[in-house]
């Protein structure tokens, strides 16, 4: 590692300019895109690399990294994880390289707690900031930004009388969409196109893309929840939504055109969307009024799979990413049945999952225990959760942000 300026100068001089971080340097930790250097043992006389692959390390510099590699040793399938202890990296290494040029993108979480709704990016050394005293219900989107640059963040809530307000995370200024509202839902594409909807108190559902500050069209009337999701740039948003006369699940691709087709025709509870980088890389999952939990991908030739049974809410998103809460376990999978589910958390009263539509991309799980703990994890499942909050009653979060 140390001889790294020698090394680059002799052979690859127009490469990018990496940074030698030293294991130990408070306020750093190794991130998604590193190379990390592991020093000689009695057992291996030549050292060892690694590229990082996932970061779970709190403010504190505590938590693990994920590890992707060669000639592990024996039984080794390429993946390591390393503990972080006050900054200190487990495992022998000696320090890491890091471009300075390239952005890691963080997760966006908010909370509510007894202050108001916070909001805030997960990434060592971060805080959260006050976004308004005044919210009963929140959600939040980000978007990632061209390689190397950052990207923006969408914040919404509705105020304890019925308000829809949404700002831009670069401006101050909160815009006024809708009153005598139920409930919301906020994306973003992935070149940072706003994509909003939500739900009236008498079963409207409208929704509007572009900006926010355009007219919402009318998307769907008599409607219980809803739900939306947004891929790529170029396809247009997944629409939603629970009838509330059938109990029916419909969907439909884009704010303006399509008809609504029905995907299941009664006994629909709840709802949950994602898209993907194609697009034929949707997914859909729905709760029904018995507790099963089924999912398919979003397709014409729709085919629901049973997952889970007990289950008293769901979350699908991502290439497909799916988590459900029953009897207050946090169970998260990748893949549709037969999926591998894992036991992420117990004593868990909310939980939410999501994951960024690029190919190769992390999962992002949330939750919220029954005493208050917020807990987020970026990163292979069954990692180690950080703590973000002690007293949160409801939150939201989105995979990709600003760094």
């Given at each position: 590692m140390r001889d790294y300026p020698l090394y680059r100068a002799r052979y690859n001089p127009d490469g990018p300019q990496l940074v030698v971080v030293t294991n130990g340097t408070v306020g750093s930790a190794p991130q998604p895109g590193d190379v990390v250097s592991i020093g000689r043992t009695q057992y291996n006389a030549f050292g060892h690399t690694a590229v990082v692959t996932a970061n779970a390390v709190d403010a504190q510099g505590n938590g693990t990294i994920t590890l992707i590699q060669q000639n592990g040793g024996a039984g080794n399938d390429g993946w390591a994880t390393d503990a972080v202890n006050n900054w200190v990296v487990a495992g022998g290494v000696t320090g890491w390289l890091h471009n300075p040029s390239w952005t890691y993108q963080w997760p966006l979480v908010g909370f509510t707690n007894q202050s108001g709704f916070q909001a805030g990016v997960v990434a060592?050394?971060?805080?959260?900031?006050?976004?308004?005293?005044?919210?009963?219900?929140?959600?939040?989107?980000?978007?990632?930004?061209?390689?190397?640059?950052?990207?923006?963040?969408?914040?919404?809530?509705?105020?304890?009388?019925?308000?829809?307000?949404?700002?831009?995370?670069?401006?101050?200024?909160?815009?006024?969409?809708?009153?005598?509202?139920?409930?919301?839902?906020?994306?973003?594409?992935?070149?940072?196109?706003?994509?909003?909807?939500?739900?009236?108190?008498?079963?409207?559902?409208?929704?509007?893309?572009?900006?926010?500050?355009?007219?919402?069209?009318?998307?769907?009337?008599?409607?219980?929840?809803?739900?939306?999701?947004?891929g790529t740039s170029s396809d247009p948003p997944l629409l939603g939504y629970v009838q509330a006369s059938s109990g029916a699940f419909l969907v439909k691709t884009g704010v303006a055109g399509d008809d609504w087709t029905v995907v299941q025709s009664s006994g629909v509870r709840s709802i949950a969307?994602?898209?993907?980088?194609?697009?034929?890389?949707?997914?859909?999952?729905?709760?029904?009024?018995?507790?099963?939990?089924?999912?398919?991908?979003?397709?014409?030739?729709?085919?629901?799979?049973?997952?889970?049974?007990?289950?008293?809410?769901?979350?699908?998103?991502?290439?497909?990413?799916?988590?459900?809460?029953?009897?207050?376990?946090?169970?998260?999978?990748?893949?549709?049945?037969?999926?591998?589910?894992?036991?992420?958390?117990?004593?868990?009263?909310?939980?939410?999952?999501?994951?960024?539509?690029?190919?190769g991309a992390s999962p992002v799980l949330g939750y919220i225990a029954a005493g208050g703990d917020l807990q987020v994890m970026q990163g292979q499942l069954s990692g180690r959760f950080s703590l973000q909050s002690d007293d949160a009653s409801s939150f939201a979060l989105s995979s990709v942000t600003d760094s």
């Open positions: 060592p050394g971060n805080g959260y900031a006050q976004v308004t005293t005044n919210a009963s219900s929140i959600a939040v989107s980000g978007y990632a930004g061209a390689t190397g640059t950052n990207g923006d963040a969408i914040s919404g809530y509705i105020d304890q009388d019925g308000n829809f307000f949404v700002q831009q995370g670069s401006s101050s200024t909160w815009y006024l969409e809708a009153q005598d509202v139920r409930s919301i839902a906020v994306a973003t594409t992935t070149s940072g196109v706003p994509v909003l909807a939500f739900l009236s108190t008498t079963g409207d559902f409208y929704a509007e893309e572009g900006s926010l500050t355009g007219p919402f069209t009318l998307e769907a009337t008599g409607a219980t929840s809803i739900a939306l999701a947004v969307l994602a898209q993907g980088s194609t697009p034929s890389g949707g997914l859909m999952g729905y709760l029904s009024n018995s507790g099963s939990f089924y999912a398919s991908p979003e397709t014409p030739e729709v085919q629901w799979t049973p997952e889970a049974t007990g289950v008293t809410a769901v979350g699908p998103s991502g290439v497909p990413l799916l988590g459900y809460l029953a009897g207050n376990s946090f169970y998260a999978a990748e893949g549709l049945s037969p999926a591998t589910w894992v036991d992420e958390a117990n004593g868990v009263a909310e939980m939410a999952v999501a994951s960024d539509p690029a190919p």
